[in-house]
């Protein structure tokens, strides 16, 4: 499993990131305080405080690939 930060400061941003995720078959998680939801779940993204940081579990070993495309979204 591999962790990182990212934000999502906008709708576009969202749905971008949906997109992403939506493609590959391993889980992703997010979670913002005490709340995770489905990456792949656009309704439950939106659940989240999108003011914040936010922390992407990847529950797989081989996401190399998927990590570089959220590269725009990564927060240092």
Do not use: C
């Not at 990182?4 to 997010?30: C, G, M, Q, R």
């Not at 489905?38 to 070993?61: Q, W």
């Amino acid at each position: 499993m591999k962790t990182l930060t990212i934000a999502l400061a906008s709708i576009n941003d969202v749905k971008s990131f949906v997109n992403i995720v939506s493609k590959y078959d391993f889980d992703v998680d997010l979670s913002s305080g005490r709340y995770v939801v489905d990456a792949k779940s656009i309704m439950g993204i939106f659940s989240l405080d999108l003011t914040k940081p936010i922390k992407v579990e990847v529950h797989s070993d081989n996401a190399d690939a998927f990590i570089g495309e959220l590269k725009p979204f990564v927060q240092a």
